[in-house]
């Protein structure tokens, strides 16, 4: 593996904001650091989120959520290998999670669209969601729309 890392800058007209795209045989320690390093030059305004596990408080970046949810009376973020509890209400963290990439799927919980590996429609009235990681979880009946309505804009938007 090279130290260097090729970049190439593609001047396009359809992109009022930059998007970047990392292409490599695996996902190493070197890629993490220039998606980190991305994330910092961008001045991001969607901060870290701070959980709690085995009393160690642990800051969490939005693009390692899978999904964010409740178990019992807690509010856990799920990562593809942990759980964290939070002190803030679900509310209160859909303000502070990116809207492009977080969406409620039901009263209790809320999903990193870009950690779905897919939504299923077989089921009658319902969708199931799998993750990368594979979780499952479940869209509520009263959020059916606006999923279907997300995935139809995605259909027409990535033509």
């Known amino acids: 593996m090279k130290d260097m890392v090729e970049i190439e800058v593609v ?10 795209t990392i292409r490599t ?14 994330e910092d030059a961008s001045h991001s305004d969607f901060p870290q989120i701070a959980g709690t596990k085995d009393e160690t408080v642990v800051f969490i970046s939005q693009r390692d959520i899978v999904r964010v949810h409740t178990e019992g009376r807690r509010i856990v973020v799920q ?4 759980k964290y509890t ?49 979780i499952k979880s479940w869209v509520s009946r009263s959020r059916v729309k606006q999923i279907k309505a997300l995935l139809k804009k995605s259909i027409i938007v990535g033509e």
Do not use: H, W
């Open 25 to 38: 045989r695996s996902n190493t320690q070197q890629v993490e650091n220039i998606i980190c390093a991305v």
């Open 86 to 134: 939070v002190k803030r209400t679900l509310a209160g963290l859909e303000d502070v999670l990116n809207p492009t990439r977080f969406m409620r799927i039901s009263q209790s919980e809320i999903i990193n669209l870009y950690k779905v590996k897919n939504f299923d429609f077989n089921l009658a009235g319902t969708i199931g969601v799998e993750f990368d990681c594979g």
């Open 11 to 20: 001047l396009d007209e359809r992109y009022a904001d930059p998007y970047v």
């Open 79 to 82: 990562t593809a290998d942990e």
